[in-house]
């Protein structure tokens, strides 16, 4: 998807809060993360799929504004977004 006119741009914002809810169940359910999740009590669980999520959301926002004007593919702009979550949630629980 290159060049996308301003209602399928908008759509894909759209589309990008459900992305970021399963983005980030699957994020938390891969294994490098998935022992350390599933120790939290279900209260933790949640705060931190939310977390998460809204991460993976507002980055995915942010990473379109700063490539619109520019060819670009949405699974580009996911992929990025994804490691760089990545890279921040390693770092969050490395504290832990």
């Given amino acids: ?9 908008a759509h894909s914002l759209d589309d990008s809060e ?7 169940d699957e994020l938390l359910n891969q294994a490098e993360y998935r022992k ?9 669980q949640k705060r931190w799929r939310h977390k ?3 991460r993976l959301w507002r980055s995915f926002k942010q990473e379109v504004a ?3 004007g520019s060819e670009f ?7 990025a977004v994804i490691d760089d979550a990545k890279l921040w949630l390693s770092a969050e629980w490395k504290v832990r």
Avoid: G, I
């Fill in 1 to 9: 998807m290159t060049d996308m006119p301003d209602d399928r741009m």
């Fill in 18 to 24: 459900l992305w970021s809810r399963t983005a980030a």
């Fill in 36 to 44: 350390t999740y599933k120790a939290l009590s279900t209260r933790e």
């Fill in 52 to 54: 998460v999520s809204t």
């Fill in 66 to 68: 700063l490539r619109s």
């Fill in 73 to 79: 593919s949405v699974q580009d702009v996911c992929e």
